[in-house]
């Protein structure tokens, strides 16, 4: 059985391409993550803020792409980020705070 992931492209109100991702991100299912964010050159903002769980399996969809992703992630998710190393590589906010990166 496949673990929820929702992905929901769009654009913010700014214009910015941007990806809402919800659920849970793990070994089963990162390879969906990763053909969005393969979809999706240049710039983007991949809003984290109704993933419930993530892995090293979605860490690494992320690493992968850290030079262009901006993220904003909840709480629960802010010090994965920065254990990991991934919040020093990608622009990281935490939800609802637009004043600067995080990390």
């Keep these: 059985m496949t673990t929820p992931l929702t992905l929901a492209p769009g654009r913010g109100p700014d214009g ?3 990806l809402a991702v919800g659920g849970e991100i793990d070994m089963s299912n990162a390879g969906r993550l990763a053909e969005a ?7 983007l903002v991949v809003d984290l803020t109704e993933v419930e769980y993530l892995d090293s399996a979605g860490l690494s969809v992320l690493f992968a ?3 262009r992703l901006e993220l904003v992630v909840p709480p629960l998710l802010e010090p994965v980020l920065t254990v990991s190393g991934l919040a020093a ?15």
């Design 16 to 18: 910015a391409a941007r």
């Design 89 to 103: 590589l990608a622009t990281v906010h935490r939800s609802g705070v637009r004043d600067g990166p995080q990390g």
């Design 65 to 67: 792409h850290a030079e």
């Design 37 to 43: 964010l393969d979809s999706r050159p240049g710039p």
